[in-house]
């Protein structure tokens, strides 16, 4: 008896039903579903927790300065002149009026140390000539002396102890500065010499200067006069401000006219003379920032102003760089931070602020209630006292981690302390104190995308086309060699080929630099010229290789070429270029540097071309046969067919190999670690190195202070390179599906 396909059908489902086969199908499908898109929601969750640490550790270098009040109560010192406060902002020493001098415990005002001058004359000026508590005091007679403030610190049972000392480091004597009394005094002192500045009651200004000796057995200092001069000044001086060295000299008035002087040759020199101000202002404070390089002119105006000197075609000028707007009441205290270039200014109604100089940033603003008359922060930035007019001490606690950093310093042009003009610059250390850093980005992201460009430019024809050649041309026996040996490629270790790069092609490169630019010239010459010519050559002889092996017969073609350029390098060096082709690019302004952009090229597109080669072999390889069989049924040609049926069809594979392969070059540490020189710089110059994000991380990671600005923005660093490689991803899927609804339907 006949039985229908459907009953048989039925018969046969029933059986597995019964024995259950149905049941563990289902149950493996969905143990497959859920694995799957529980694999899936691991990736994403593990990409959203990396996004959510790098945010988390960014984040506070934007965050701006808080200001917490602690104490308030009656300072014991009346009209205090000069106030600071030592590093862990438990003491503070202060200066009065009639030159009384005392220690007091911050928290709570106590008197912890009191003392006078061991000179007769009346105290009438005072000058801070370090940040280590060095200091200069004048005298009604004309005469100065120097001394500092000191703190022993010691740790009985294990806890801090405090001991603040008054010393005379260079005796108790007086020096004799002027013949009349000093009504203001400025100075400054360097590792082996000290310069005092004074104007005298004549309005006469007189500068000092003196040489330091030390005693190697007494470890006595003493002071050898070294000049002395005086200056007539066309206007009344207010303010007198001299830089180590010495160096430079300002002569500034209240009306803002300033005069410059130079110490050459053992003289002051003068240099120029300019206005600071507009008509109608007046200079209410000046004094230096952290350095001694930047002027910090405040005005009546409420405004602070940033000066420095800047080497221009006819020497150097002193130009205004940048302006912080507090009020629109007059300055009247300004005091810097002692590790860093920001700065507390104060007005006259007792509003203060706290500022950064490069990063052009107000940080905080807040009311003290009334006219500040001493105004001091301690070296950690993070403890402010100040005393009022109606002597009442208010101590701050103040909060500013980050100061140095802002969008603007990160992604714009700033000018910087002895620079010409505002570039983009990555510099996060140096061997002075009064160093600066700087944290743009732009550089390093600048160096990221040079050297995938450069990498890419080497790697995307020979991939590609290696692929196209591979997939639709090649022998399937000779396809089944060539292709394991390129994939292969991708397991060798990115450090063997820096490794490679740096020591050894680097020196070739520079050693045959005329052969290796005429290699990348003559060898497609010399290929495109073989395959002309065995177009040419007679039947009998092109059949005796077998179909797709052609390729076998570049090897020696390749050989031939690289021999040749190599050869001729030498006599086009030495009649084009005197015999030493970098010598002469130096020559010509072009500046060339062993480990180069050329030589990271090279390297890493080595290491990117196995992973756009195979991507781009499959999507080829994996267009149905029946389309480009029929493109030839229809009488087009391979080439036709390639160009119009195969590659169209595999573009989205082909898409995504570009965009894999720029997103590897974009993430490559080691290669560009160890061939290139690690300049932060901007030049596209092929024979100039670079810095990357990635091989910044690596290099300043180990060296970065967990917490300090430095170690967050290398943090913002991986956070970009992170959005760098999502956005070129993302794009790569867009135009891949576009791609593939484009030609799916083929």
Same mark, same amino acid.
């Given at each position: 008896?006949?039985?229908?396909?459907?009953?048989?059908?039925?018969?046969?489902?029933?059986?597995?039903?019964?024995?259950?086969?149905?049941?563990?199908?289902?149950?493996?499908?969905?143990?497959?579903?859920?694995?799957?898109?529980?694999?899936?929601?691991?990736?994403?969750?593990?990409?959203?927790?990396?996004?959510?640490?790098?945010?988390?550790?960014?984040?506070?270098?934007?965050?701006?300065?808080?200001?917490?009040?602690?104490?308030?109560?009656?300072?014991?010192?009346?009209?205090?002149?000069?106030?600071?406060?030592?590093?862990?902002?438990?003491?503070?020493?202060?200066?009065?009026?009639?030159?009384?001098?005392?220690?007091?415990?911050?928290?709570?005002?106590?008197?912890?140390?009191?003392?006078?001058?061991?000179?007769?004359?009346?105290?009438?000026?005072?000058?801070?000539?370090?940040?280590?508590?060095?200091?200069?005091?004048?005298?009604?007679?004309?005469?100065?002396?120097?001394?500092?403030?000191?703190?022993?610190?010691?740790?009985?049972?294990?806890?801090?102890?405090?001991?603040?000392?008054?010393?005379?480091?260079?005796?108790?004597?007086?020096?004799?500065?002027?013949?009349?009394?000093?009504?203001?005094?400025?100075?400054?002192?360097?590792?082996?010499?000290?310069?005092?500045?004074?104007?005298?009651?004549?309005?006469?200004?007189?500068?000092?200067?003196?040489?330091?000796?030390?005693?190697?057995?007494?470890?006595?200092?003493?002071?050898?006069?070294?000049?002395?001069?005086?200056?007539?000044?066309?206007?009344?001086?207010?303010?007198?401000?001299? &830089?180590?060295?010495?160096?430079?000299?300002?002569?500034?008035?209240?009306?803002?006219?300033?005069?410059?002087?130079?110490?050459?040759?053992?003289?002051?020199?003068?240099?120029?003379?300019?206005?600071?101000?507009?008509?109608?202002?007046?200079?209410?404070?000046?004094?230096?920032?952290?350095?001694?390089?930047?002027?910090?002119?405040?005005?009546?105006?409420?405004?602070?102003?940033?000066?420095?000197?800047?080497?221009?075609?006819?020497?150097?000028?002193?130009?205004?760089?940048?302006?912080?707007?507090?009020?629109?009441?007059?300055?009247?205290?300004?005091?810097?931070?002692?590790?860093?270039?920001?700065?507390?200014?104060?007005?006259?109604?007792?509003?203060?602020?706290?500022?950064?100089?490069?990063?052009?940033?107000?940080?905080?603003?807040?009311?003290?209630?009334?006219?500040?008359?001493?105004?001091?922060?301690?070296?950690?930035?993070?403890?402010?006292?100040?005393?009022?007019?109606?002597?009442?001490?208010?101590?701050?606690?103040?909060?500013?981690?980050?100061?140095?950093?802002?969008?603007?310093?990160?992604?714009?042009?700033?000018?910087?302390?002895?620079?010409?003009?505002?570039?983009?610059?990555?510099?996060?250390?140096?061997?002075?104190?009064?160093?600066?850093?700087?944290?743009?980005?732009?550089?390093?992201?600048?160096?990221?995308?040079?050297?995938?460009?450069?990498?890419?430019?080497?790697?995307?024809?020979?991939?590609?086309?290696?692929?196209?050649?591979?997939?639709?041309?090649?022998?399937?026996?000779?396809?089944?060699?060539?292709?394991? &040996?390129?994939?292969?490629?991708?397991?060798?270790?990115?450090?063997?080929?820096?490794?490679?790069?740096?020591?050894?092609?680097?020196?070739?490169?520079?050693?045959?630099?005329?052969?290796?630019?005429?290699?990348?010239?003559?060898?497609?010459?010399?290929?495109?010229?073989?395959?002309?010519?065995?177009?040419?050559?007679?039947?009998?002889?092109?059949?005796?290789?077998?179909?797709?092996?052609?390729?076998?017969?570049?090897?020696?073609?390749?050989?031939?070429?690289?021999?040749?350029?190599?050869?001729?390098?030498?006599?086009?060096?030495?009649?084009?270029?005197?015999?030493?082709?970098?010598?002469?690019?130096?020559?010509?302004?072009? &500046?060339?540097?062993?480990?180069?952009?050329?030589?990271?090229?090279?390297?890493?597109?080595?290491?990117?071309?196995?992973?756009?080669?195979?991507?781009?072999?499959?999507?080829?390889?994996?267009?149905?046969?029946?389309?480009?069989?029929?493109?030839?049924?229809?009488?087009?040609?391979?080439?036709?067919?390639?160009?119009?049926?195969?590659?169209?069809?595999?573009?989205?594979?082909?898409?995504?190999?570009?965009?894999?392969?720029?997103?590897?070059?974009?993430?490559?540490?080691?290669?560009?670690?160890?061939?290139?020189?690690?300049?932060?710089?901007?030049?596209?110059?092929?024979?100039?190195?670079?810095?990357?994000?990635?091989?910044?991380?690596?290099?300043?990671?180990?060296?970065?202070?967990?917490?300090?600005?430095?170690?967050?923005?290398?943090?913002?660093?991986?956070?970009?390179?992170?959005?760098?490689?999502?956005?070129?991803?993302?794009?790569?899927?867009?135009?891949?599906?576009?791609?593939?609804?484009?030609?799916?339907?083929?």
């Amino acid at each position: 008896m006949n039985t229908s396909v459907k009953e048989t059908t039925r018969k046969l489902l029933d059986q597995q039903t019964q024995s259950g086969k149905h049941k563990r199908r289902k149950i493996n499908d969905l143990i497959a579903r859920y694995s799957i898109g529980l694999g899936g929601l691991s990736v994403i969750g593990a990409v959203g927790l990396i996004c959510f640490y790098l945010f988390w550790v960014v984040f506070p270098i934007f965050k701006p300065a808080s200001v917490e009040l602690v104490q308030d109560y009656s300072w014991q010192q009346t009209q205090p002149q000069y106030m600071a406060v030592e590093e862990y902002g438990e003491i503070a020493f202060s200066i009065s009026k009639s030159g009384d001098l005392g220690f007091f415990g911050v928290e709570d005002g106590r008197i912890i140390n009191k003392a006078r001058f061991s000179h007769d004359a009346e105290p009438t000026a005072f000058a801070e000539l370090d940040l280590k508590g060095l200091m200069a005091a004048g005298f009604a007679d004309g005469s100065f002396q120097l001394f500092s403030h000191k703190y022993k610190i010691s740790y009985p049972n294990n806890e801090r102890h405090i001991e603040p000392q008054l010393q005379y480091p260079f005796g108790e004597d007086s020096f004799e500065l002027t013949d009349t009394a000093i009504t203001r005094l400025f100075g400054s002192r360097w590792e082996d010499g000290i310069v005092i500045a004074s104007v005298g009651a004549d309005q006469k200004v007189t500068t000092v200067t003196y040489s330091i000796d030390q005693n190697f057995l007494t470890e006595e200092l003493t002071l050898e006069e070294e000049s002395r001069d005086s200056f007539e000044i066309p206007f009344t001086p207010k303010y007198v401000l001299t &830089t180590p060295g010495p160096d430079w000299l300002y002569i500034i008035s209240e009306q803002g006219d300033l005069i410059a002087y130079r110490h050459i040759d053992d003289e002051w020199e003068f240099h120029e003379s300019q206005s600071l101000l507009e008509d109608g202002k007046t200079v209410t404070e000046a004094t230096f920032l952290l350095g001694q390089t930047s002027l910090l002119i405040g005005d009546s105006d409420g405004v602070i102003s940033q000066w420095f000197q800047v080497r221009g075609d006819n020497g150097f000028n002193l130009k205004k760089i940048r302006d912080f707007k507090l009020s629109d009441s007059a300055i009247s205290q300004i005091i810097i931070e002692k590790r860093r270039k920001g700065f507390i200014a104060s007005d006259a109604n007792g509003k203060m602020g706290i500022f950064y100089t490069t990063s052009e940033r107000q940080l905080e603003e807040f009311d003290f209630g009334q006219k500040v008359q001493a105004l001091a922060i301690n070296s950690r930035s993070n403890s402010l006292v100040g005393i009022g007019e109606n002597g009442q001490a208010t101590v701050f606690l103040v909060e500013n981690e980050h100061p140095e950093i802002s969008w603007s310093a990160l992604w714009n042009e700033v000018w910087y302390e002895s620079y010409e003009e505002p570039t983009f610059t990555w510099q996060s250390s140096a061997s002075t104190n009064d160093f600066e850093s700087k944290f743009s980005l732009v550089p390093l992201s600048f160096g990221t995308l040079k050297a995938a460009i450069y990498a890419m430019l080497f790697a995307v024809p020979l991939a590609i086309f290696g692929a196209i050649f591979t997939a639709y041309f090649m022998a399937p026996k000779m396809r089944s060699m060539v292709k394991p &040996t390129v994939e292969i490629m991708e397991a060798l270790p990115t450090v063997i080929l820096g490794f490679l790069a740096g020591l050894w092609l680097a020196p070739l490169i520079e050693e045959h630099l005329a052969g290796v630019i005429l290699l990348i010239i003559l060898l497609p010459i010399v290929t495109v010229l073989f395959g002309f010519t065995w177009t040419k050559l007679p039947g009998s002889i092109k059949h005796r290789v077998p179909d797709g092996w052609q390729a076998a017969l570049l090897f020696p073609i390749i050989i031939f070429g690289t021999f040749l350029a190599f050869w001729l390098g030498e006599p086009v060096e030495s009649a084009m270029f005197n015999g030493n082709m970098p010598a002469w690019l130096n020559e010509q302004g072009i &500046t060339y540097d062993q480990r180069n952009s050329l030589v990271v090229g090279i390297a890493m597109g080595f290491a990117v071309i196995p992973t756009i080669f195979s991507i781009t072999e499959d999507a080829i390889f994996s267009v149905p046969k029946h389309l480009s069989n029929g493109s030839l049924a229809l009488g087009a040609s391979q080439w036709q067919t390639l160009t119009r049926v195969v590659i169209p069809t595999a573009s989205p594979g082909i898409f995504s190999a570009l965009m894999i392969g720029l997103g590897r070059a974009v993430g490559e540490t080691m290669i560009v670690l160890m061939a290139t020189g690690n300049t932060p710089i901007m030049d596209m110059n092929i024979f100039e190195g670079f810095r990357t994000l990635s091989a910044n991380i690596a290099v300043e990671m180990p060296e970065s202070e967990v917490g300090s600005s430095h170690y967050r923005v290398l943090f913002l660093a991986a956070f970009v390179l992170f959005l760098f490689t999502f956005v070129f991803n993302t794009i790569a899927e867009i135009v891949r599906q576009r791609l593939r609804n484009k030609y799916g339907s083929l």
